[in-house]
């Protein structure tokens, strides 16, 4: 079974960046396209960016602009550089395939205030 392991989350105030990590426990996902989605406290989880196995990039309108999505396929498959971060961008970060698996990480906090 293919394992996900989210990491860099963490406290930050508005305006601030932060850059989350992906690895994964099997090279299939070098060779599949990926994503980063996101669930905020008493929401559903949503779709934030992705990325196809050549590299073209799609985000959802709330991030677009202000993070990008990178892939290295040799090393940890999947990066989430977030600029420009609000509140709002709170949320409990996932990686996984683009669509998705059935099986998620743990995720990565990212929490954004003053």
């Known amino acids: 079974q293919v394992q996900l392991v989210e990491s860099g989350g963490g406290l930050v105030q508005p305006g601030g960046s932060l850059r989350l990590s992906c690895a994964v426990s099997r090279r299939i996902f070098s060779i599949v396209d990926m994503g980063w989605y996101r669930q905020a406290p008493g929401k559903q989880r949503e779709w934030v960016a992705a990325i196809t196995s050549g590299g073209n990039t799609l985000y959802a309108d709330s991030v677009k602009g202000r993070f990008t999505i990178s892939r290295d396929n040799s090393k940890n498959p999947v990066y989430l550089q977030m600029n420009s971060l609000k509140p709002e961008d709170t949320a409990v970060y996932y990686c996984?395939?683009?669509?998705?698996?059935?099986?998620w990480g743990q995720g990565t906090q990212v929490t954004v205030s003053s």
């Open positions: 996984n395939a683009y669509p998705p698996l059935d099986n």
